[in-house]
């Protein structure tokens, strides 16, 4: 495909999702995905935090190259993406000190990225380092790897880069961030805390009330459209009164082992649901009517965002991204709760995919170069990834012969293969 100038060869990129839990590696040349890792592979910790230093090793190893040989490394987060957000937060909200100290050192760690890596692999890195603005990253990841020609794309989960969801739509291989809902609003978060309230405290664990959620009935309802409140245009809120992530620093420990993620609710939240269960208490009718109730109310946000985002932008293709569309049941339910007759879900939605099979945009240069990335993809082990944008901006995806797209989906199962054996 494309040569560097400068030395011949393929361009080499580097995609990671760093400094945060589901850490992941992956490696394209020319487009072409060579490996592609979680750092909980080797590490044997599920949902491994941190520096990938494993996954970019074992990556680095399969493409036969060392980091000086890296064109370019992308990161699935922007500190400056919504920065007027931020600090209107910070003027309006007045949180707590700690809450602020504690961004700081995060956008610190994304930004010394380059650096970490060279003292890790003992080797200079010398190309440039891409920051991706999050929900940018999980829209590409979910419509350039998709069937369709255009779609509406749907990234929703707990925050990145101080949004919790954004949208647009998929044209021709372009896809762009129309719109958002910004922190301290967020259905996963919403989610994460009605987890941890049920007894449920580890990261990953929401998948155990959705699980739990059919053996109840939603009783609990009515309280549940009192913590979220749906508005106008297909966005929601938070009522924050039950939420302490807003104004207090809740733990968040994303460093060398399992994530650990503090409190997110507050004792008014214990005031209109009842007591909190314990993590070895027992399951009772309550516990599951509660689960039901919140998968419920996360569905009603859901399908309110997506028939309005119908309405708005009238295709009937529909994309999905982000850790909430790890939601299987509420997925299940896209053709018969919402106008949508087409869906494509990105198959490793949460963040690892935004580092892993899904290479976060990385340039407007780099895009030209390494094209035809969804074509290679459309194969049923295919991994996804992203390519060609600016930060902020838009997606492209080329078009190729059939006899290139062919060799590549080729390509592409034999490296999936690799992948899920090693």
Not at 162 to 167: K, L, P, T
Not at 285 to 298: G, N, P, T, V
Request: hydrophobic content about 40%.
């Amino acid at each position: 495909m494309g040569l560097d100038a400068r030395t011949g060869r393929g361009v080499n990129v580097l995609g990671l999702n760093a400094f945060h839990g589901d850490a992941s590696a992956c490696l394209l040349r020319d487009g072409v995905l060579v490996a592609a890792a979680e750092e909980e592979r080797f590490r044997r910790v599920k949902h491994w935090a941190g520096f990938p230093l494993e996954a970019i090793r074992y990556c680095l190893k399969e493409a036969g190259i060392g980091l000086g040989d890296v064109d370019h490394v992308a990161l699935n987060q922007d500190a400056s993406a919504n920065l007027w957000r931020k600090l209107g937060f910070l003027v309006t909200q007045r949180p707590d000190l700690s809450l602020i100290l504690d961004r700081v050192r995060n956008k610190r760690e994304r930004e010394g990225a380059a650096a970490t890596l060279a003292r890790e692999l003992g080797t200079p890195f010398r190309g440039e380092v891409q920051h991706v603005e999050h929900h940018l990253a999980h829209l590409a990841s979910a419509y350039t790897v998709s069937p369709f020609e255009e779609a509406v794309a749907v990234s929703v989960d707990g925050f990145g880069d101080f949004a919790s969801a954004g949208w647009g739509a998929g044209r021709g291989g372009i896809v762009e961030v129309d719109d958002r809902v910004y922190f301290p609003h967020s259905l996963g978060i919403f989610y994460q805390a009605l987890t941890q309230f049920l007894g449920f405290p580890d990261y990953g664990d929401e998948y155990k009330v959705m699980g739990l959620a059919p053996y109840g009935e939603p009783a609990f309802l009515p309280q549940m459209r009192r913590i979220v409140r749906l508005s106008e245009g297909g966005a929601f809120e938070l009522d924050l009164a039950y939420f302490r992530h807003a104004t207090e620093k809740v733990d968040y420990e994303w460093d060398g082992g399992a994530p650990v993620v503090g409190t997110l609710y507050s004792k008014a939240l214990v005031e209109l649901l009842g007591p909190a269960r314990g993590a070895a208490e027992e399951l009772t009718q309550r516990h599951r009517d509660l689960a039901r109730s919140a998968q419920a109310m996360y569905e009603e946000a859901l399908f309110h965002l997506l028939s309005c985002l119908h309405a708005r932008y009238k295709m009937d293709a529909l994309c999905l991204a982000g850790g909430c569309a790890m939601n299987s049941v509420a997925n299940g339910k896209v053709y018969a709760r919402s106008p949508f007759r087409k869906l494509y879900v990105q198959a490793a939605a949460g963040d690892a995919a935004s580092g892993r099979p899904a290479l976060p945009p990385i340039s407007r240069s780099a895009a030209r170069i390494a094209r035809g990335v969804r074509d290679d993809l459309q194969s049923d082990h295919g991994a996804p990834r992203d390519h060609g944008a600016r930060s902020h901006g838009r997606i492209d995806d080329d078009s190729r012969t059939d006899k290139d797209r062919d060799r590549s989906s080729r390509r592409c199962r034999s490296r999936a293969r690799l992948v899920r054996s090693g």
